[in-house]
């Protein structure tokens, strides 16, 4: 046994320790429930009975044997309290000793040191934030280079990816401003913050048995980053510098000051990479280095899948469309029409190729890109047909059924304003979209999820919002035929067909139409919508998808579909 505490007290390195700190350890070791045992005399130093004190044999037999407890049970009665109790008091004094080494807290570890809690405010914090925003970086925005890392993340580089995105999510804002709370006394944080300080260390536990590959792959990043033209050529070694000692600092000095604050929190001291601490921090497969790249490589996996079976039903879609179309005879009023479409879409192009273009968010190919132009089109310029006061109109009764010109289209303006609400419902879902891409502080799991459920929308918009343009310009498609087809015959609906259109600039804006004759406002307005329905129906703008085809007419009228 004495071996055992010679063995013991040169491992803690006791005997090193000055008189004023042994004591404090003792008092301590005392505190916690140690006891100190007595050293038994030597069997030598037994004081035998003399002469006139001596029994006899048989009375030593009746009143002495009977008294007398088995072996096993002194050894169960004695040493194993001693031996629990001692490991746990053991425990307790080796996490004040490491403590103290690494200059978390003073002798005693009551309190933390100034230095320490200072440290965690500024420089760790710094570091953190600094991580997160240069791994950030390589993942989103407009240095991102994620695509390229994903290719790397083969063969030997299969934790790539994985250790930029886990880099990236070490970093909790709210988390770490709590922890900050918890010490700023200088007092160890008691037992509610556990679960806290749990949480922070085991981001730092999946990583700190990979520490050398991770500052490896970061170092590569910023090197592909370089490669791509994503960072300035003449920051890249400051930045490598800066985030290796970051790198370091994180997975090195905190890592080991953030698992002896968490023994000392528990009173029990937890070899790292142990199957004990994986129990107690609730290690799964997910927190495993490999699980985000297996992950990873399932979803490409399954992309691909999903691609190449999205290719054959759009293939097949196509062709079946094709045919349809091919059938399908171009209107002659839509022939005269189609002139007045591209030149409001390469109008509103020209008017923002110099500036701010609100529908740059965007992107070319989807069909709302141009529904939007169009609709705006008509908005600014041929809506005021629906209520202005300028055009007057009969009301009459063609085959006993009342016609109200006036009424009507005052009604479809009604229909055209819901129409362009819903187009602005789909402008906000896209800005969602954009500003989620962007956003530094979600996991990159968090983040797929959510712009997942956000692509849906965003399909189920388009559709939603072309079919009620549709309807709306069907409707004053319809209308304003009345109005012509009254025109070439009895002339009995419109009041001022031959009265020439007149606008303030200042007050309705510059109007196409300004200087026309109302019969003319009427024709164009209607060949603007009819066109405009067309094109969502059955041209470039139609189907369920949402983005469009190259599509033209051929000489002789009929649409065909050409591959881009």
């Not at 301590?28 to 429930?33: A, E, L, R, S």
């Not at 994986?278 to 990873?296: A, H, N």
């Not at 997942?452 to 343009?469: F, G």
């Not at 009995?492 to 309705?508: A, C, G, H, K």
Request: proline share 3%.
């Amino acid at each position: 046994m004495n071996r055992d505490i010679d063995q013991t007290r040169n491992k803690l390195g006791v005997d090193a320790l000055d008189t004023q700190q042994r004591k404090k350890l003792f008092q301590d070791f005392v505190d916690h429930g140690g006891q100190v045992v007595e050293k038994k005399k030597p069997a030598g130093a037994i004081k035998q009975p003399g002469p006139e004190t001596r029994v006899k044999p048989k009375e030593r037999e009746v009143k002495v044997e009977p008294k007398k407890k088995p072996p096993a049970q002194i050894e169960k009665t004695v040493k194993t309290p001693v031996k629990v109790k001692k490991g746990k008091a053991l425990d307790i004094i080796r996490i004040n000793i490491k403590g103290q080494m690494l200059k978390v807290w003073s002798i005693g570890g009551k309190k933390f040191k100034d230095k320490f809690v200072s440290n965690v405010g500024k420089e760790i914090k710094d570091s953190l934030i600094n991580i997160n925003l240069i791994t950030g970086s390589m993942l989103r925005g407009d240095s991102s280079v994620k695509r390229e890392i994903l290719r790397s993340s083969t063969g030997e580089d299969s934790f790539f990816y994985e250790c930029i995105v886990r880099l990236n999510s070490i970093y909790d804002e709210d988390a770490f401003s709590e922890f900050q709370k918890a010490i700023s006394n200088k007092k160890i944080p008691e037992s509610s913050y556990l679960e806290l300080v749990k949480n922070l260390f085991k981001q730092l536990y999946i990583l700190g048995q990979h520490t050398g590959i991770c500052r490896l792959h970061a170092l590569q990043a910023i090197e592909i980053q370089k490669k791509y033209k994503k960072i300035k050529p003449e920051i890249v070694s400051r930045v490598q510098r800066g985030l290796r000692r970051e790198v370091d600092l994180i997975l090195g000095d905190f890592y080991y000051k953030l698992h002896i604050i968490l023994c000392k929190m528990e009173r029990k001291f937890f070899t790292l990479y142990s199957q004990k601490l994986d129990d107690f921090l609730e290690i799964t497969e997910k927190d495993r280095m490999g699980y985000i790249t297996r992950l990873e490589k399932r979803r490409r996996i399954e992309e691909l899948k999903k691609g190449k079976e999205a290719l054959q039903k759009e293939h097949k879609e196509k062709e079946t469309a094709k045919v349809e179309k091919e059938e399908v005879k171009v209107p002659k009023h839509i022939e005269r029409g189609m002139p007045i479409i591209k030149q409001a879409l390469q109008q509103y192009e020209m008017e923002h190729s110099g500036g701010e273009n609100p529908l740059s968010i965007i992107e070319y190919p989807d069909k709302m890109y141009d529904t939007l132009v169009l609709l705006d089109t008509f908005d600014s310029q041929y809506s005021f047909i629906l209520t202005t006061g300028k055009i007057t109109f009969n009301i009459e009764y063609i085959e006993r059924k009342k016609v109200d010109i006036k009424e009507d289209l005052n009604h479809a303006y009604y229909l055209f304003n819901e129409s362009r609400e819903e187009a602005k419902s789909y402008m906000d879902t896209i800005k969602e979209i954009r500003n989620l891409e962007n956003d530094t502080r979600l996991t990159q799991y968090q983040r797929s999820v959510q712009l997942e459920k956000l692509e849906k929308k965003r399909q189920i918009l388009s559709r939603k919002s072309r079919n009620e343009i549709i309807q709306v310009m069907k409707r004053i498609e319809e209308i304003l035929s009345v109005v012509i087809d009254d025109y070439k015959g009895d002339k009995t609906l419109l009041q001022n067909p031959d009265e020439y259109l007149s606008f303030d600039v200042n007050i309705d804006g510059d109007k196409k139409l300004d200087g026309r004759k109302v019969m003319e406002a009427i024709v164009v307005t209607f060949l603007f919508s009819a066109t405009f329905a067309y094109m969502l129906n059955y041209g470039e703008l139609s189907g369920p998808g949402i983005t469009k085809d190259l599509k033209v007419f051929s000489n002789s009228g009929v649409l065909k579909t050409k591959d881009l």
